[in-house]
């Protein structure tokens, strides 16, 4: 992958996109193993196992058949047996993972039959780029705690907004008279997530900084620079900070849903704040019942918890992304094309 940006041939664009994009799912798994990610028991897995206890119980307890008729007092104690196994398994769970978070929430890009163009595969990467300084920022704040006593919980769902959108019509392979090549990119000392891989992928980049605000309707906002501005689910989020993709830098956001304990929303809010300087531009929150959340197999631990999604504005030096940025990439967002 180190050969695919910003100019590869058109002999390595016939085999080092396959070989990104394999790299770049083992590079997301990672970021989930980083915050110890899982999933909650589920349901069929949880009725197996306590039918097994229900007939442990009814023939060391109640000295009865599976299949018999219980009177209403052998009925409530074992009902009240199964609670308990249900309760200690779902709690034993929690202990051994870090939060909630599947991998079907990281909207990982699909690899079609089609393969994809130069500039989407860059976009791809500057995604990933931009959900490591998300996680990286989730596992500082956790510390490693378990899902009982960390302040995120879960992460319902994570969003990249602003990101360039290349068109499938686009040019598929690298404009002729350009050779392969990349450079290669110092690690970030303060980030947690590793080396480049293959000079892109790899440690995130930091951005400014500014004050959290309140809650706030979401009107759409389409940046200036190129077709920009609705990326996965929604638009951009009208921002405060009045900063706009420009000359020195391009602006993204990430919208971020998840599950924490309501006592530490400071705490979480200025834990994304001092890991790179993470701008909070919108947040809401309410609150959850925590014994629905039981019923459907996540167990949050003693605290009380709310749901709070915030939107970050995130800035991104184009000093350093133009390094391996494809032409496409730089001709949708204005900048100049160096001619050689």
């Given at each position: 992958?180190?050969?695919?940006?910003?100019?590869?041939?058109?002999?390595?664009?016939?085999?080092?996109?396959?070989?990104?994009?394999?790299?770049?799912?083992?590079?997301?798994?990672?970021?989930?193993?980083?915050?110890?990610?899982?999933?909650?028991?589920?349901?069929?897995?949880?009725?197996?196992?306590?039918?097994?206890?229900?007939?442990?119980?009814?023939?060391?307890?109640?000295?009865?058949?599976?299949?018999?008729?219980?009177?209403?007092?052998?009925?409530?104690?074992?009902?009240?047996?199964?609670?308990?196994?249900?309760?200690?398994?779902?709690?034993?769970?929690?202990?051994?993972?870090?939060?909630?978070?599947?991998?079907?929430?990281?909207?990982?890009?699909?690899?079609?039959?089609?393969?994809?163009?130069?500039?989407?595969?860059?976009?791809?990467?500057?995604?990933?780029?931009?959900?490591?300084?998300?996680?990286?920022?989730?596992?500082?704040?956790?510390?490693?705690?378990?899902?009982?006593?960390?302040?995120?919980?879960?992460?319902?769902?994570?969003?990249?907004?602003?990101?360039?959108?290349?068109?499938?019509?686009?040019?598929?392979?690298?404009?002729?008279?350009?050779?392969?090549?990349?450079?290669?990119?110092?690690?970030?000392?303060?980030?947690?997530?590793?080396?480049?891989?293959?000079?892109?992928?790899?440690?995130?980049?930091?951005?400014?900084?500014?004050?959290?605000?309140?809650?706030?309707?979401?009107?759409?906002?389409?940046?200036?620079?190129?077709?920009?501005?609705?990326?996965?689910?929604?638009?951009?989020?009208?921002?405060?900070?009045?900063?706009?993709?420009?000359?020195?830098?391009?602006?993204?956001?990430?919208?971020?849903?998840?599950?924490?304990?309501?006592?530490?929303?400071?705490?979480?809010?200025?834990?994304?704040?001092?890991?790179?300087?993470?701008?909070?531009?919108?947040?809401?929150?309410?609150?959850?019942?925590?014994?629905?959340a039981l019923h459907d197999g996540y167990d949050y631990g003693p605290s009380s918890v709310s749901q709070m999604t915030v939107v970050f504005d995130v800035a991104w030096l184009r000093s350093w992304t133009t390094e391996f940025m494809p032409d496409d990439v730089k001709s949708m967002l204005g900048i100049q094309i160096e001619t050689k």
């Open positions: 992958s180190g050969e695919l940006f910003p100019a590869p041939t058109q002999a390595q664009m016939e085999t080092i996109p396959q070989l990104f994009y394999r790299q770049l799912k083992k590079k997301y798994q990672a970021l989930m193993a980083l915050i110890r990610a899982g999933s909650p028991t589920s349901r069929d897995e949880l009725a197996a196992s306590l039918e097994e206890e229900r007939i442990r119980f009814m023939d060391s307890h109640l000295s009865t058949r599976p299949d018999a008729n219980l009177t209403k007092e052998q009925r409530n104690s074992l009902e009240k047996h199964l609670s308990k196994i249900r309760m200690a398994t779902l709690r034993t769970h929690a202990q051994d993972i870090g939060l909630y978070f599947e991998e079907s929430a990281l909207n990982i890009p699909v690899f079609t039959l089609g393969a994809p163009s130069l500039g989407e595969l860059f976009v791809w990467q500057w995604r990933y780029w931009a959900v490591a300084d998300v996680i990286g920022a989730v596992a500082q704040i956790n510390n490693r705690q378990s899902a009982l006593t960390s302040p995120i919980k879960q992460v319902i769902s994570l969003e990249v907004l602003g990101l360039p959108t290349i068109l499938n019509d686009q040019p598929k392979s690298p404009p002729k008279g350009n050779s392969g090549g990349s450079g290669n990119i110092p690690n970030n000392p303060n980030s947690p997530l590793g080396a480049p891989l293959g000079a892109p992928l790899g440690a995130p980049i930091g951005s400014g900084g500014a004050k959290p605000s309140g809650p706030k309707p979401p009107p759409p906002v389409v940046p200036r620079g190129g077709d920009r501005g609705k990326n996965e689910a929604g638009m951009m989020v009208q921002s405060f900070t009045g900063r706009q993709s420009g000359e020195l830098y391009d602006v993204l956001q990430v919208r971020l849903a998840m599950v924490v304990d309501s006592q530490r929303i400071p705490h979480i809010l200025d834990g994304f704040a001092a890991y790179n300087f993470f701008t909070v531009i919108d947040l809401q929150l309410q609150p959850m019942d925590k014994l629905l």
